[in-house]
């Protein structure tokens, strides 16, 4: 073979190993992913497994990368074709949405799976998906602020909060109570907060308190 | 010693076992309890650890009914002193937050951990975690839709995800961003969430879509 095909075979077979791996971790937890399990899923040597990453936290940093790029992919790279404003966060809304609905993981949505189970566990796997989450919420509430520029950045920065709190329990819906109902009232919650943001002239947090 | 304080022995080493275990469950995952870790917190043998309770599987599921009962009586009971209504909502909402902040578990919130932990583990464990949470979406949709029984209940459900997904997503900042302002957002993402649905007239979830 010329060195170009083994360079592509190679990274074919880092990529099936990299996608296995992330199978699992989103049932289980990244902590689970055993080389042995992946050995026998893959019907390769535990050698061949490891190989392309030296190590097994390389491995399991090279999952959580995968899952962070599928996101990206799927959900926040499509719409960026439409400019910042409304039509761009509804279409965010349906990709976010459908994206936990229809999810390309087994396990369900996997930053939320492993920022859980990272969270005490100090190390590169937990910096990285602190890292992630936090642009998340930079990400989301320079969108929402975007909606409606004359309310102050922290109601946007709240109504980041409160979008990526729906689809942690539209995820817990979905994977814990198999509510059949969880995706469209997801997108029904995420309207009703966007739509309270936009609304001119504001309403405050506590105006419905007698 | 009389047979009535060994019954009391009894009972004190039970919940300090189960203690210990809840300790470490909410750092680290119900399924990284091992006896052999318990028994080194305790200073106990591996076997006085399990006596309590036959089973490793009986011990976790002890845990998990401690958490869970913890929650119930520093969260929901102590609101019941006040008819149901915007007061014991206000309440509801304050004592939750601040369960959240000053949680009695070193590593947080160990009912989502759990859940997310479970959800893809069938068994005994999961069932009680399903139930638990899926008895909380009734419980905050009751209380929530008697703020504005002129809405539709199904606004009461959505508005339930909204807030159970607003404590979940402030978890993860306090647990994974260390982020000091999540309790005092998390108040405010509550309150909106529960002005938006006592509005009269209401409004729908797509009323600022343009």
């Known amino acids: 073979v010329s060195p170009r095909s083994s360079a592509e075979d190679a990274a074919r077979t880092r990529a099936r190993i990299v996608h296995a ?11 689970s992913i055993s ?13 061949g497994v490891i190989g392309p990453f030296k190590s097994r936290s390389e491995l399991l940093a090279a999952a959580l990368d995968m899952a962070i ?4 992919s799927t959900v926040i790279e499509p719409t960026m074709r439409t400019p910042a404003g409304i039509n761009r966060m509804a279409d965010l809304v349906e990709r976010w949405v459908d994206y936990l609905t229809q999810c390309p993981f087994p396990g369900g949505c ?18 990285r998906i602190a890292q992630t989450v936090g642009r998340w919420h930079e990400f989301l509430t320079r969108e929402v602020h975007a909606l409606n520029p004359s309310q102050p950045v922290e109601r946007a920065r709240d109504a980041a909060t409160t979008l990526i709190g729906i689809s942690m329990a539209t995820n817990q819906e979905l ?26 002239p504001p ?3 506590d105006a419905g308190k007698t």
């Open 110 to 127: 996997f930053i939320t799976a492993a920022s859980i189970e990272l969270d005490n566990r100090p190390g590169r796997l937990r910096d």
């Open 69 to 72: 790029t599928t996101f990206q």
């Open 175 to 200: 994977q814990l109570l198999a509510d059949p109902a969880a995706g469209p009232r997801a997108k029904r919650a995420m309207r009703m907060a966007l739509t309270t943001f936009t609304l001119n």
């Open 21 to 31: 791996a992330v199978n699992r971790a989103s049932a289980l937890g990244l902590e």
């Open 35 to 47: 080389v042995r399990d992946l050995a026998d899923d893959l019907r390769m040597s535990k050698s």
């Open 203 to 205: 309403i405050a947090p």
